[in-house]
């Protein structure tokens, strides 16, 4: 018995040395195993090969915004889910991916969304595998400002979905980022208004582009043109300064002449450090504002409340001659700018803007010319103007500050026939007169010009060679008003012998130390209302016997006195 139990066991040890059994596995199980060993790394292989036939392999160039026809192909899938002439609330691209949001079909009054998807491996965002679906629909709540949807609304007809490669190329283009970028989003819909009397605007395209150092977005009209650039995440923005010229000041213009032209649509141009602001009235279109910065060009609101806060910040120009672009010599604008420094010799200041603008209504012709603002400090420093012709270059006019003025003294002998002649050369001999206020530092003058026969306006004469308009106009239809206007004849007249009747009255008064105060030229006043001629009054002062008055007529007689 023990013999044939050590002959059993021999011959199992004997099988096993001849590898005909594994003693740790059961024979029935070896092959299986074996199988899964190969499927293991079979397995492996495979999603190798699909790695890298994602990251190298010839599908992974395409995307929605980099291949012609791919988006309107998955707009295509997604639309086989929506009713026939759909409407849409927004259509977001990316790379591989599209979402589209439009009214609900199962929820009235509220938004469904679709998604296109692809999928992908996350760092590549390109095309991994060669199948896509569509997801939805899903309740969306979109960001919005107003909870207007159906002004949100727009139709496919209403956008050009073949442009969506044009566009996204071109806003890469137009961008120019530092280290280079891509089309990353476009997003269009209806740009939306908080206020209720301001409606939803028309589609636009939102691009946004970024790089490996910078972003930046641009803006598409409807149909996929670029409008408007955003350069705000650049470090272009950081540095930006429209007013030394330069590349800066010409691609400004460049984006106002596309979107704007170049014809004589303008009123005023304002060259700051981070926009050109524009003032236009066109004969189609009315009175507009514009501004254009790193963000590109954008239309400021001319009316409701946001107006106000503009208005704040800029002044309402006058209804001049508009002018056009190609009126003024922009190569000149760094020279002005110097110019004007040297102008106003302020210590510590800076040329704050430069307007391109007519000369503010004044008597003579408007010419079209350039103030350079020089100022010390931000807001309440010392500042004065310079004027310059907007072809040639040439200083025209100066506005010196106060520190830096010499007095007129318009009222001391021998310097007021020449102001008066000067209110005569500039008003020119059309003119009508309705009265000349004379102070030492400054002259007030009502009266209408050749260039405005039935407008009656007031001017400032100061130290500087040309006048400043003051109140609104005033039309000349009253009675009342013509018969107190005098001409310039008269005036001119009254000019020839105004020293004469200083000395005249000075003696009358018994002044041998006097001095003028204030000389007033006037037909009439409330006080004085029955003349028929011109009259001058004098309001004289003496430190020795106190004041009094007087008045000479055109002709040089008496027409009242009031002694000291």
């Known amino acids: 018995m023990k013999a044939l139990t050590l002959g059993a066991e021999g011959e199992l040890i004997a099988r096993c040395a001849v590898n005909e059994l594994n003693p740790l596995t059961p024979p029935r199980h070896q092959g299986a195993n074996q199988a899964t060993g190969w499927s293991i790394l079979l397995g492996f292989v495979f999603l190798l090969g699909c790695w890298l036939w994602a990251v190298l392999g010839p599908g992974s160039g395409w995307t929605l915004l980099a291949t012609e026809g791919k988006a309107a192909e998955a707009l295509e899938k997604i639309m086989r889910k929506l009713p026939a002439e759909p409407r849409f609330f927004s259509i977001e691209i990316t790379p591989l991916g599209m979402i589209v949001v ?42 919005m400002l107003h909870g207007r949807i159906e002004e949100s609304l727009f139709m496919l007809k209403d956008i050009d979905f073949t442009q969506v490669v044009v566009a996204a ?21 209806r740009p939306q208004r908080v206020l209720a009397e301001m409606p939803s605007g028309d589609v636009e395209w939102d691009l946004s582009v970024r790089g490996p150092r910078e972003s930046a977005s641009a803006t598409a009209a409807a149909r996929g043109r670029i409008r408007q650039l955003d350069l705000r995440g650049t470090r272009r923005a950081e540095v930006v300064d429209y007013r030394g010229g330069g590349d800066w000041l010409t691609s400004a213009l460049a984006t106002i002449r596309v979107e704007l032209g170049g014809a004589r649509i303008f009123e005023k141009i304002e060259i700051s450090r981070t926009s050109v602001d524009l003032h236009t009235r066109d004969p189609q279109r009315g009175a507009a504002r514009y501004s254009c910065g790193v963000e590109g060009l954008k239309s400021l609101p001319d009316s409701g409340p946001a107006a106000h806060l503009f208005a704040l910040a800029r002044s309402e120009p006058r209804r001049v001659e508009p002018f056009g672009l190609d009126d003024a010599d922009w190569a000149r604008v760094p020279e002005i700018g110097a110019a004007a420094l040297r102008a106003v010799p302020l210590a510590g200041a800076h040329v704050a803007n430069l307007v391109l603008t007519r000369a503010e209504e004044a008597l003579a012709p408007e010419p079209l010319w350039w103030r350079a603002r020089v100022q010390v400090g931000l807001i309440m420093g010392e500042s004065g103007e310079a004027f310059f012709d907007a072809r040639t270059g040439e200083l025209a006019d100066l506005v010196l500050p106060r520190s830096l003025q010499r007095p007129t003294a318009f009222l001391t002998p021998g310097r007021t026939r020449p102001l008066l002649e000067r209110i005569l050369a500039e008003v020119g001999p059309e003119a009508r007169f309705i009265d000349v206020q004379i102070h030492p530092e400054k002259a007030s003058v009502g009266a209408t010009s050749g260039r405005h026969p039935a407008e009656l306006r ?7 060679p040309r006048a400043l308009v003051g109140a609104v106009p005033t039309a000349v239809d009253d009675r009342s008003v013509r018969e107190v206007l005098f001409p310039a ?14 000395e005249r009255g000075f003696a009358r008064l018994g002044m041998k130390d006097g001095k003028v105060e204030v000389m007033s030229l006037f037909r009439q006043n409330p006080v004085h209302p029955r003349s028929e001629k011109l009259l001058v009054q004098m309001h004289c002062t003496s430190p020795t016997i106190g004041n009094g008055q007087i008045i000479y007529d055109v002709d040089g007689r008496e027409f009242y006195v009031a002694l000291p």
Request: proline share 8%; glycine share 6%.
């Open 169 to 189: 190329r071109e806003a890469e283009r137009r961008v120019a980022l530092e280290g280079g970028g891509r089309t990353v989003s476009i997003n269009i819909r």
């Open 102 to 143: 439009t009214p609900s079909a199962s929820a009235p009054g509220h938004l469904d969304e679709f998604r296109y998807v692809t999928p992908t491996f996350r760092r590549s965002q390109r095309q991994s595998f060669p199948v896509s679906w569509v997801v939805g629909p899903r309740p969306a709540q979109p960001s």
């Open 458 to 464: 007031r001017y400032s004469f100061e130290a500087r």
């Open 489 to 502: 004849a008269e005036l001119a007249a009254l000019a020839a012998r105004i020293e004469t009747l200083r």
